[in-house]
C-alpha cells in the first residue's frame, strides 16, 4: 500500500497466475510522475539509497516499473513506500 497526497491508497495486488504481482493503474502514474519530479528537482538516486538503505539498482527498478525485480512483499511494497516519501520529503509534498 502506498499512500498519495489524499492519504488514499494503491494497492499491490496479486496476478492471476500468482507467479509476480501487479500494480494498479493508480501507483504507476504516481511513480512516473515522482520520478519526473525527482528529476526537475535534480534529486538523483544516491541521495535516496543513502536515507532509505536502499540500493540504487533497486530504485532504478522502481522508476523502470521493473517490479519483477524487487523482492518479494513486504519488502516490495516497504521500497515503494520509501522511496515515494523521500521525494514527498524532498519536495515538500503535504
Known sequence: ???NENNSMFIMSPSKEGKSKTIDSD???KIEEL???RKSISLD???IAGATK???QQLKNIESLNFDKL???PMR???I???CEQIKKATSIS
Open 1 to 3: 500500500m502506498v499512500l
Open 27 to 29: 501507483l504507476i502514474s
Open 35 to 37: 520520478t519526473k519530479i
Open 45 to 47: 538516486l544516491k541521495s
Open 54 to 56: 536502499i540500493s540504487t
Open 71 to 73: 523482492p518479494p512483499h
Open 77 to 79: 511494497e516497504s521500497f
Open 81 to 83: 513506500n520509501q522511496y
